[in-house]
């Protein structure tokens, strides 16, 4: 019902049967006064109502948010938790790799290579430095150029000295490069 909306009371006339005058003005003052107090009552009553929804409304607005909030905490807190155990082991396996690359593992070595690798894997590691790719500062870091006569090669990498490592979108060490410098001869 909106507040705009009158109530009306419909008289079918047996009211008025053995009542004087002003027992009926009496009578309809008194159905008037609690005909009003009805109203007030009733938009006191929508009043409380609409408040107790908007104080509602705001606290399940406040209670996703922290389920946001602490879902996002959880996922950062993994990342970094991944991210340090990753760092901590990272000299291990830059030595393993080095070794493989020249064929310097033990056997007893090479299985244990493999299941720090499958790890990485696991983890979400991905290995950042890859000769030809175009050189980006956040994921690289340049130790040297070499000059090319090839303006396209401009800036990008020509040679991986040591691998970097990314977990998720967090570069946890830039890759160390050299980098094509274009010179026109």
Known sequence: MDSNDDITIERDGREEDGMSEVEL????????HKLAKAKKELEAAKQESKEHLDGW???KADYVNALK????????????GVA?????????????????????????FDGIARQLETAFTALGVTELGIVGEPFDPVRHEALGTDVTEDAAMDDHVTAVLE???????????????????????
């Open 25 to 32: 003005e009496e009578r309809e003052s008194n159905i008037d």
């Open 57 to 59: 409304q705001r606290a």
């Open 163 to 185: 691998k970097g490592y990314l977990v998720g979108q967090t570069v946890l060490r830039p890759a160390r490069v050299r980098v094509a410098h274009y010179e026109q001869t």
């Open 69 to 80: 909030r602490f879902e996002a905490d959880r996922s950062a807190a993994k990342d970094d």
């Open 84 to 108: 340090k155990a990753v760092k901590a082991l990272m000299p291990a396996y830059d030595a393993l790799a080095r070794a493989k690359e020249h064929g310097e593992i033990p056997e007893g």
